[in-house]
Each structure stands twice: as C-alpha cells, then as structure tokens.
C-alpha cells in the first residue's frame, strides 16, 4: 500500500490507532454507569440523586485530575501516564459492583476511577501534537474523538445484553487489559523512534505564556468548553434515564434506544469535519453554525413531546452540540503544538468542560424531579443560545490567518 511508503503518515496511523483503541476504552467505561442506571434504579435499592451524586464525584474528580494531568503531561512520558491511568481505573471499576450499596466508599472508588481516566487525555493529545504533522495530528485527534462517542453505545450495548455488575467488570477488564498494550506499545513506538519526548518546550516564563494563550482565545474556547461539556457529558449520561422516566420505556428498551442514539451522534466527528471543510475552514464559523443547530434541535425536543420525533431532536441536539466540542478538541487543542503547553492546556479546558458536567449532573437528577424533564430540556436550549451567542462575533467576521 502506497500508505506505508510515506514515514509520516505510517507513523500518524500507527499512533493514532493505539490512540483511538485505548480512547474507545476510556468511553465505554466512563459510560457504562449511565447505560445501567435505568437496571439499578428498577431494582429499587438506589434512588435518581444517589445515582447522580455518584456521577456527580466522577466527574469532579475527572476535573481535577484533568488540571492536574494536564500539568504533569508536559513532564512527564505519555506511556507511563497512559498505562497507568488506564490500570488503575480498571482496578476501580473493577470494585464498584461490589462497593456499590455503600455510598461512601462506591463515591471515593468511582471518583478516583474519574481521577485515574483523567491521567489519558492531555498527555495523549500532546504526544500526538508533537510527533506528528499538524494535519495528520488533526486526523488522529479526530480518530480518538470517534472513538469516545462509540464508547456510549458499546456501553449500551453492553447494558441491553448484561446484568448491571457484569457490565462493570467487562469495562474493568477492557481498562487493564488496554493499560498493558499501550505500555507495550507506546514502548515499541519509543524504540523505533516514532514517538518523541521534550520536542516543544515553552519559550517564555509562566506570564507570557498566560499572554499567549489569551492571544489564542483561551478565553472563547473555556466557554466553548463549559457548555458544551455539560451537553456531551451530563445530558448523554442520563438519556436512559430520561427515555425510561419522561418517555415511558422500559429499562431494556431504554438501553437500546441509548445504543442506537448515541451509535448516531458517534457521526458527530464526521458531521464537524464535514462542515469545516464547507465552510472554508473556517473554525468559528463551523462552531457558530454548529450551535445554532443544536439550540433549535433543542427547541423542537421542547416542543414536541411525541417520542420517535423527541429521540431524533434530542440525537440531533447532541450530535451537533459535539460538532462544536469537535472542533475544540480536535482543531483547538493541536494548533498549541507550538506553544509547548497542548498537555496543560488542554488538561485546563477538560477541566473546565468536566466541573461544569459534574455540577449539572447533580442538579439535572434533582430537577428531574422537581422541575420536571421537560423544563431540563429547556435550560439544554438555553446552554446552546448562549454558545450560540458567543461565537456569534468570530463566526461572522471574515476569516484572519486561522489556525488549522
């Protein structure tokens, strides 16, 4: 294959598979709580904010740990944080069928899952940033933001097919046997010299880099990632839930319905490369029409409570709100390559768009049941508006020497 003849694109395929593997399996367990809850809540021992607040810790904790990861991804080697991070939360998710009745310990345990899982991101985005070419390291980044949404429905699936403690020891596995074939590999990589490390340092102290990072709207890009991590986070955590309660299914069904409707907004990387290609390449304007989109899909499902069309607004909602959360993480993020920071910034905005998910997620399994699901959906429109209303300026204005 003429592939293979061409160094650079061989080793961009090589790392971005490994990438795109282990980032598939980073999903699926970090899913598989929001595919079983409909099972867990049927069986009457655990309640909506119990379940929420356990989502709730995950997600505190991922957040953290992606501000702290971030940070130590720019010291330290992709293959021993990777490993890590994916051993060590299997060995939680591994427990959590066990510790699950006691609610302090099944918190601590699931938040250091959150916190372990947290370890992947930035120190994989940076590896591939500076060991591959910028477009190459666009179309990796884009396998690995693939391979995430195709963790919820391999998580649905998962749930429609096994009892909820099963589910967990599956996802454990997956994490412990994926955490030594990516040491194995990333070792190899190193080895054969595809994979680099110190290649981009910073060039100025802490200061000028903050001023560099505001030169590169950091600002635009942390509200970008708010509310659209609350949207791909929170809102897909509880689509069981909100088809089984507000919809009327049962918990079986509510699991395939969860398969099949985050198997098509898997298509979201799909649909955000598409668009940027149409519109010149023009990431604000991509970002502006991504959630426009998403703030009327949102407003259909408000309106329109018959379920076939409600399922297909609230997939199109989420799909396009990902679009605009592709665009982030994979355009953003690697255009840093040259500021020697990718691994702390994008740990910064992941932890942003995952404080924002971890409060929503509380206050969402509350609302449901105090406000009601269908003034949920209303405040999801309300998000999308307002992303809307911040790219509204960039999206507009004629395009000036982006970033690709």
């Known amino acids: 294959m003429r592939i293979w003849n061409d160094e650079k694109v061989k080793n961009a395929v090589l790392i971005g598979t490994l990438c795109s593997v282990l980032y598939l399996c980073v999903y699926f367990a970090r899913n598989i709580l929001g595919a079983v809850t409909p099972q867990i809540l049927e069986e009457g021992q655990f309640s909506t904010e119990y379940i929420g607040s356990l989502s709730s810790w995950f997600f505190a904790f991922y957040a953290v740990g992606q501000l702290v990861n971030g940070i130590i991804g ?3 080697k992709a293959r021993n944080m990777l490993s890590a991070g994916l051993l060590l939360s299997g060995v939680c998710s591994l427990l959590m069928p066990t510790l699950l009745p006691w609610q302090l310990p099944t918190s601590a345990v699931y938040g250091m899952t959150g916190y372990f899982l947290a370890m992947i991101y930035a120190p994989m985005t940076k ?6 070419e910028p477009l190459y390291a666009t179309r990796c980044s884009l396998g690995y933001t693939l391979a995430s949404f195709l963790g919820s429905p391999l998580a649905g699936v ?9 589910a967990f020891y599956i996802s454990g596995a997956a994490l412990v046997a994926m955490a030594i074939t990516c040491f194995a590999g990333f070792l190899w990589f190193e080895k054969r010299g595809i994979v680099t490390y110190g290649r981009y340092t910073r060039k100025e102290k802490q200061s000028g880099s903050i001023r560099v990072l505001l030169e590169r709207q950091i600002v635009k890009f942390t509200l970008v990632s708010i509310v659209t991590g609350v949207i791909r986070t929170s809102v897909v955590f509880w689509i069981p839930t909100y088809v089984s309660q507000y919809l009327g299914f049962s918990p079986k069904a509510s699991a395939s319905i969860y398969t099949v409707s985050t198997l098509a907004i898997s298509s979201a990387a799909f649909i955000a490369a598409f ?6 390449r023009n990431m604000n304007l991509t970002l502006l029409v991504a959630f426009g989109a998403s703030a009327l899909s949102f407003l259909l499902v408000y309106l329109v409570p018959q379920p076939v069309c409600n399922i297909a607004g609230l997939v199109l909602a989420i799909t396009m709100a990902n679009c605009a959360s592709t665009m982030l993480w994979s355009w953003y993020c690697p255009s840093l390559r040259d500021t020697g920071m990718v691994s ?3 740990g910064f905005l992941d932890f942003v768009s ?6 929503s997620s509380t ?12 003034n949920l959906i209303l405040i999801w429109f309300i998000l999308m508006a307002f992303g809307t209303a911040i790219c509204v300026r960039d999206g507009l204005r004629k395009k ?5």
């Open 74 to 76: 720019d010291r330290v």
């Open 127 to 132: 590896t591939v940033a500076e060991n591959t």
């Open 158 to 166: 998962t749930a429609a097919v096994f009892a909820w403690q099963t």
């Open 275 to 280: 668009l940027y290609e149409r519109l010149r």
């Open 344 to 346: 702390s910034a994008t």
């Open 354 to 359: 995952y404080m924002a998910a971890a409060v």
């Open 363 to 374: 206050l969402f399994a509350g609302a449901s049941t105090t406000i009601g699901w269908k």
């Open 400 to 404: 000036e020497g982006e970033m690709v």
